[in-house]
């Protein structure tokens, strides 16, 4: 009989496992343990990063910002991706879905910012 | 005991299917994402080539718009960052067996979207105010408001039926439809809601913020 149970045991623990992070009602980060769950302890992340994008767009004047604000803007993106999505604990044919049309769009991009037909850096 | 013995074999069957289903939808649902990054990436890769020629236009813009404008949207981009937030704890919820907490998240994302669509029609009355327009030959900021309307209007629009997924959700929620083993529309909402949280992330600070 015990036989019998097993699948349903290892059907609830697997799905428990994939679910023990986000479900827990604290977060571990850097050793350390916050008293929020881990989807409240990214949205405070991404609240204090956004503050910091504003609040540099304000202060810096020169093109230094424009890597630095899209770079913050990057990390957000990610966060929301591997967290609120899911693609860290996901099937990894899912991030492959995903990235591989990002990675072909980003190069499509850099290269329009490139030509000189568009004005770009390499025909100013 | 072998009532018992089939009452979980089945139970386990049921697993394995939803299980099973879950994985399928959420992969079809990547591929939607992946086709829906490439269009955005459209417009994302026009405002930027846009931008690294006309510097001057798009200061000018910023200068226009001012530090209040730039609060307008930043305040957006707080709203539609919390509904995202909203949306990841319904299903958190619904994972924990309370459903009812979870359509209480679920309603709070729905509201933040709304309030959002509704910022984004008084911010486009501010610009056209401002004669920031889609026309060529009316925009007194040459091509800028063409350039700028396209892609938001695009995303707002997702907002919108983003909206309307949620309210379906809900009512669905409602009717009992989901349970802390069986959520997977509400998790394929998530993944469309989040991706279009994501492309704001990346609106908000190329048009908005460099």
Redesign the interface.
Known sequence: MSEEITPIEHNESHAHNDHAETLAPTTKILGATLPMPLYTTVFVILAVLTVTEVLLAEIIESDIKIPLLLGIAVAKGALVVMFYMHLKTDSRAFALAFLVPLILAILSTLFLLAVPSTGGYFGA | ?SEL?VH??S??HD??AI?RIS?NS??AM??F???E??IF?VF??AY??FR??NKEIVHAVHEALG?SG?LIV?FN??LL??S??A???GL?SI??DNVKGGIRWLGITALLGTIFIGLQYYEYTQLAAKSITLGFETDAYEGFGMHFYAPTFFHGFHVFVGVLLCLEVIRRARKGHYTK?NYVMVELF??YW??V??VW??L???IY??
């Open positions: 005991m013995t979980h074999d139970h386990a697993l394995e299980s994985e959420k992969f990547w591929l994402i992946a086709s990054t490439i990436s994302i890769a930027a080539v690294f020629n530090f730039t930043t981009t707080f960052l919390t995202s937030w949306m990841v704890m958190r994972q924990l083993e998530g993944l989040h991706f949280d994501v992330i990346l908000f600070t190329l913020l460099v």
